[in-house]
T-cell receptor
């Protein structure tokens, strides 16, 4: 059974700081996704990582994938308040896309 | 109209009621999903229809019954639910089994269900 673990589950940080969210998964897969969810809203796709060593960047967010270690990271650079949200990683295996529990990110002004 | 549309957005039902949630996608996708999101277990995969074949999740109680009449429509039929079934039910779609696509999910806004 595929398991996806994120850490930390909650992160409070100040504006301007850097931090990394980690996503580990239990079985082989070469497709991993990152999503953002704002309170009361649905999920918005951020990144799609399709191969080992893939790196994607959008603004202050950068995601990477290491399929051998079964690890993806979401790095936040110089955080701003607008990035406050819950971030989910999801792993694609055999037509099933399984999500981690999410990391609730709270950025203090 | 584009994207993934879910109706109703909010639903309150008693434990003896029968109701249905509807999802429609206008993205030309060939796979559709139901997820349950609650405080206790965020984003549980309930059902997948891929190329119009149903992929079972054996842990879903039989009081939830999915139906996928075509690649654009997905229903979740609800009957004799329990209060612990109260949650946000999210529908999503994706394009699968095509080498050039990414397989990422596109979500609807969700149906907030309250069971009294």
């Amino acid at each position: 059974e595929l398991k996806v673990e994120q850490n930390p589950l909650f992160l409070s940080m100040q504006e301007g700081k850097n931090y990394t969210i980690y996503c580990n998964y239990s079985t082989t897969s070469d497709r991993l996704y990152w999503y953002r969810q704002d309170p009361g809203k649905s999920l918005e796709s951020l990144f799609v990582l399709l191969s080992n060593g893939a790196v994607k960047q959008e603004g202050r967010l950068m995601a990477s994938l290491d399929t051998k270690a079964r690890l993806s990271t979401l790095h936040i650079t110089a955080a701003v308040h607008d990035l406050s949200a819950t971030y989910f990683c999801a792993v694609d295996k055999d037509d099933k896309i399984i999500f981690g529990k999410g990391t609730r990110l709270h950025i203090l002004p | 109209e584009t994207g993934v549309t879910q109706t109703p957005r909010h639903l309150v039902m008693g434990m003896t009621n029968k109701k249905s949630l509807k999802c429609e996608q206008h993205l030309g996708h060939n796979a559709m999903y139901w997820y349950k999101q609650s405080a206790k277990k965020p984003l549980e995969l309930m059902f997948v229809y891929s190329l119009e074949e149903r992929v079972e999740n054996n842990s879903v109680p039989s009081r939830f019954s999915p139906e996928c009449p075509n690649s654009s429509h997905l229903f979740l039929h609800l009957h004799t639910l329990q209060p612990e079934d109260s949650a946000l039910y999210l529908c999503a779609s994706s394009k699968r089994h095509v080498t050039t696509n990414t397989g990422e999910l596109f979500f609807g806004e969700g149906s907030r269900l309250t069971v009294l």
